[in-house]
């Protein structure tokens, strides 16, 4: 089993930045990639960012070149950094772990605002 912890969520004025964190333990020896999901009201979750434990990372259409994910497997962490926020940004956001043989991980959710 792997926990997965968020933290960074709040509320930013449009231009704002944020930054979010995820912190995993438990079995996490051969977790493989890591990212970001977020789900709006109404909305299906969809893929925010994504890395490999190599350091490959993709990105949604809609944030590229304003949001920036990164991965420090010694302390068994994924950030993303959120600049040049808008109000679509606004949602809950997931962390994701990705093991083999197993089904996909997730963090509790942590609420983005993304407002004037």
């Known amino acids: 089993q792997v926990q997965l912890v968020e933290s960074g969520g709040g509320l930013v004025q449009p231009g704002g930045s944020l930054r979010l964190s995820c912190t995993a333990s438990?079995?996490?020896?051969?977790?493989?990639?890591m990212g970001w999901y977020r789900q709006a009201p109404g909305k299906e979750r969809e893929l925010v960012a994504a890395?490999?434990?190599?350091?490959?990372?993709h990105y949604a259409d809609s944030v590229k070149g304003r949001f920036t994910i990164s991965r420090d497997n010694g302390k068994n962490t994924v950030s993303l950094q959120m600049n040049s926020l808008k109000p679509e940004d606004t949602a809950v956001y997931y962390c994701?772990?990705?093991?083999?043989?197993?089904?996909?991980?997730w963090g509790q959710g942590t609420q983005v605002t993304v407002s004037s």
């Open positions: 438990g079995s996490i020896f051969n977790i493989n990639a």
């Open positions: 994701n772990a990705v093991q083999p043989g197993t089904p996909d991980y």
């Open positions: 890395i490999t434990s190599g350091g490959s990372t």
